[in-house]
């Protein structure tokens, strides 16, 4: 069964420290796999995509890490600001047409 | 570029009333999905079309839902009767049909939905 689960589901850290969210997928055929970012109220926006020959990409303070092997992933969050506080969703692909597959989220709040 | 676009913004209705929701994607996306997203949890999909076809509505209680996206482009959701458990954020997100790896998902703002 084609599944992403996240950890942890929620997280409180203070201003300017970093942070790491894990994602474990089991989806297969793999295609790639996308960290989303959620304000409250809004729809996700999307801040990484991996394919399976990529093992990080970066998006300022964002990181994102794949690999493929053990299907696992981690976004990386460095200095963060107040305005990081989100859901943070991890999605993969599978390689079967348009098919998305979610985990639940991890709801990080920074705090002053 | 116009993104996803969807109306209401917030609905609130007593149970047993029917509810629609609609989503304009971007422009030239084939794919259009509907998702439910309840509170803490990530999105579920409810139905995806591929143009005017509904490709997977594996997840949609048909009971009391239906979608239609007449000429491929806009496309309405409707809850009739909407139940209690109905109350949850309804997501539109499109993308294009390409089998390209980098294929993404663009979202919606949602609507907000509430059962009294």
């Known amino acids: 069964k084609n599944q992403v689960e996240q950890s942890p589901q929620s997280l409180i850290i203070l201003e300017g420290k970093n942070c790491t969210l894990q994602c474990n997928y089991t989806v297969s055929p793999f295609s790639n796999l996308r960290w989303y970012k959620q304000d409250t109220g809004r729809g996700p926006v999307s801040l990484t995509i991996m394919t399976f020959s990529e093992n990080t990409k970066s998006n300022g303070r964002y990181t994102a890490t794949l690999d493929a092997d053990t299907k696992q992933s981690s976004l990386h969050i460095t200095a963060s600001q107040l305005s990081d506080s989100a859901s943070y969703i991890c999605?993969?692909?599978?390689?079967?047409?348009?098919?998305?597959?979610f985990g639940t989220g991890t709801s990080l709040t920074v705090i002053p | 570029e116009a993104g996803v676009v969807q109306s209401p913004r917030y609905k609130i209705i007593e149970k047993k009333q029917p509810v629609a929701f609609w989503c304009n994607p971007i422009?030239?996306?084939?794919?259009l999905y509907w998702y439910r997203q309840n509170l803490g949890q990530g999105p579920e999909l409810l139905i995806r079309y591929e143009n005017e076809e509904a490709v997977d509505d594996s997840q949609l209680p048909k009971d009391r839902f239906s979608a239609e996206r007449l000429k491929g482009v806009d496309s309405t959701l409707k809850i009739q009767p909407a139940e209690l458990g109905d109350s949850a954020v309804y997501l539109c997100?499109?993308?294009?049909?390409?089998?390209?790896?980098?294929?993404?998902?663009?979202f919606g703002p949602g609507t907000r939905l509430t059962v009294l």
């Open positions: 999605v993969v692909r599978a390689n079967t047409g348009n098919q998305f597959y």
């Open positions: 997100a499109s993308s294009h049909r390409a089998a390209s790896s980098y294929n993404e998902q663009f």
């Open positions: 422009s030239g996306h084939n794919t």
